[in-house]
């Protein structure tokens, strides 16, 4: 099919890629296991985040200081590795389109995931131009595949572009141009190590159904935005795309069956493990 194939939304049901090209099919859930305890999430402490102001850090107790030294910390850490050329194209080609792309600290994360699973099969929801995408794949073993979904074609004919200035191999990547919640059902139960999300905010809770029920035990999904943009530590705030993503992260973190961490990477990256 090409780099990065493109491939129309029908009706069609689409397996999960694996090193022989044959889709592995498998359905089952594990027993709901012993419950662990948690601490409820109106009881986590939050770290300050500069979108919060100050007038939210001085209420949480903090101080301009530490504000600052969380802050500088912050930049530290999202510049640490840095980004080669491909990346930084990239992620241009992304400002352009405004489909705004994950920051370096949440893409070396993704990167990390890929590699500590040996995800040879992954999904992602919200192509963009290509940078998490790009992430993702260095992670993966060389005969690992992708298969994003978005939306807009136009941001999957800049993803190639991406990827094969990455020097990404040629069927690396399938490309799915629909709306993820097509698209998802059609995709194989089990068939995958890992799933990735960052698309429409109001549709995060449908997508951690689909992603559970994709992923292979052991697996890793990953939520972008997990903070939205600071909004969602500050109470005040209850707009719908805030209320949605708070709600996911009820849902992981009540969730028996995941082992989950919420990291202040860019702009918030929720992680979890599916458990055996």
Same mark, same amino acid.
């Given at each position: ?76 850490? *999202? $510049? ?9 194209? =990239? ?6 389109? #405004?489909? &705004? /792309? ?107 159904? *689909? $992603? ?9 999904? =990953? ?6 943009? #600071?909004? &969602? /530590? ?43």
């Amino acid at each position: 099919m090409g780099c990065c194939a493109r491939i129309a939304a029908s009706g069609q049901r689409l397996g999960s890629p694996t090193r022989a090209g044959v889709s592995t099919t498998g359905r089952g859930r594990r027993p709901r296991g012993a419950t662990t305890a948690r601490l409820a999430p109106s009881s986590v402490h939050c770290a300050p985040d500069r979108s919060l102001g100050w007038a939210a850090t001085k209420e949480a107790g903090i101080s301009a200081d530490e504000a600052t030294l969380a802050k500088r910390a912050k930049d530290y850490t *999202e $510049a640490w590795l840095g980004e080669d050329d491909a990346l930084l194209s =990239a992620r241009k080609r992304g400002q352009e389109l #405004g489909a &705004v /792309p994950i920051g370096p600290g949440g893409g070396a994360m993704l990167r990390f995931l890929a590699a500590t699973v040996g995800a040879r099969a992954a999904v992602e929801v919200g192509t963009g131009a290509g940078v998490s995408g790009i992430y993702l794949l260095r992670g993966m073993p060389g005969d690992g595949v992708l298969t994003s979904i978005d939306v807009e074609g136009e941001h999957q004919r800049v993803a190639k572009e991406s990827f094969a200035e990455a020097d990404i191999p040629s069927g690396r990547a399938r490309l799915i141009t629909g709306r993820a919640l097509d698209v998802l059902p059609r995709l194989t139960d089990g068939g995958y190590d890992l799933v990735f999300c960052d698309a429409a905010k109001a549709e995060y809770g449908d997508y951690l159904r *689909e $992603a559970l029920r994709l992923l292979r035990p052991g697996g890793v999904l =990953a939520f972008d935005n997990a903070l939205w943009h #600071g909004r &969602v /530590p500050d109470p005040s705030n209850r707009d719908s795309e805030t209320v949605a993503v708070r709600e996911l992260l009820r849902q992981v973190h009540d969730d028996d069956r995941l082992t989950p961490v919420l990291l202040s990477a860019g702009d918030g990256l929720l992680a979890a493990v599916k458990g055996a």
